[in-house]
């Protein structure tokens, strides 16, 4: 069983920067995608950013230009920088990974985010 975990959660003022980084239990190679989630309360989740083996990204509207994704694979993490948070950004964010063989999904247990003064 794939293990996804997550870190660098917190509470952070609106206008601060977080970066969240995800560690598979197994190598980053065996994954065709690579993905942030988040959940706030009452809402349904969504696709902050995604990332390709290939390195390609995709981001929601409401965080292009604030927030960047990457992998690392030397060191076999994804990260999510995000700068410029603002008090919506507050959720809870889970990481997301596609399996290049088998197409199987797997996520995180998720991280807490939250922005507010």
């Known amino acids: 069983q794939v293990q996804l975990v997550e870190s660098g959660g917190g509470l952070v003022q609106p206008g601060g920067s977080l970066r969240l980084s995800c560690v598979p239990s197994r190598s980053i190679y065996s994954f065709k995608a690579m993905g942030w989630y988040r959940q706030a309360p009452g809402k349904q989740r969504e696709l902050v950013a995604g990332?390709?083996?290939?390195?390609?990204?995709n981001y929601a509207d409401s965080v292009k230009g604030r927030f960047t994704i990457s992998r690392d694979n030397a060191k076999n993490t994804a990260y999510l920088q995000m700068n410029s948070l603002k008090p919506e950004d507050t959720a809870v964010y889970s990481c997301?990974?596609?399996?290049?063989?088998?197409?199987?999904?797997?996520w995180g247990q998720g991280t807490q985010v939250s922005v507010s003064s």
């Open positions: 997301n990974a596609e399996s290049l063989f088998s197409g199987s999904t797997y």
């Open positions: 990332i390709t083996r290939d390195g390609i990204t």
